[in-house]
Structure formats: C-alpha cells, structure tokens
C-alpha cells in the first residue's frame, strides 16, 4: 500500500492503492465511521468530501487508523473501486461514511 506522504492542507489524499482522511482529533471527538456500498442519501448533515478509484486487486477495501489498526472492511467485485467519502464537517470531521462501488469501465 503506498500511503499519501501528506495531506498538503486537505482533508483527505489519496494515492493509486490508499486513501486517507483527516478527521477530529482523538481527544476532542470519538469518530464514527461507517464502510458501505451505499452513498448515504438525504443526510443533510453530510457533503462529499472526495471521489476517487482505488485499485483493489485483492478484492476487498480495509479502513485503518493511522497505528495501521483495522476497524472495518469489505469485500469488494473488482480490481478497481470507486471511494467515496462523505463526511459531517470541513476540516474536523467526528462522522465519516466511506462508500465503495466497482468501476466497470476505465
């Protein structure tokens, strides 16, 4: 996994094979994040964040803090995954839902 070497300022980078996002600081929020294959719909609370394809050649997207901890996971169909990541603030956010669908064309 070649993981971003900085966010440069945004609150989430991303490379071919990972993608990291920037979320409220560890003391001052417990973060929520949510792994699906579905856009959260109606949620005003939420904006997209990022749209981005990962490679995925092991069929399968892993959410990981920054210790390189596994806290969710899913199955993916294809080599190459579309990611989205929706989150509850612009810079800070304690609510993230990361949706993940196949690309069927390249």
Known sequence: ??????????????????????????????????????????DAGLSCASKSKLQTPNRGVVVSSIHHVPLAAIPVGHDLTEVQVWVNHPTEPDRIVIAVRPVTSR
């Open 1 to 42: 996994m070649d993981i971003p070497e900085s966010m440069q300022g945004r609150r989430v980078a991303s490379t071919a094979s990972c993608v990291a996002v920037g979320t409220a600081v560890e003391c001052d929020a417990t973060v929520e994040i949510e792994l699906t294959e579905s856009p959260p719909q109606g």
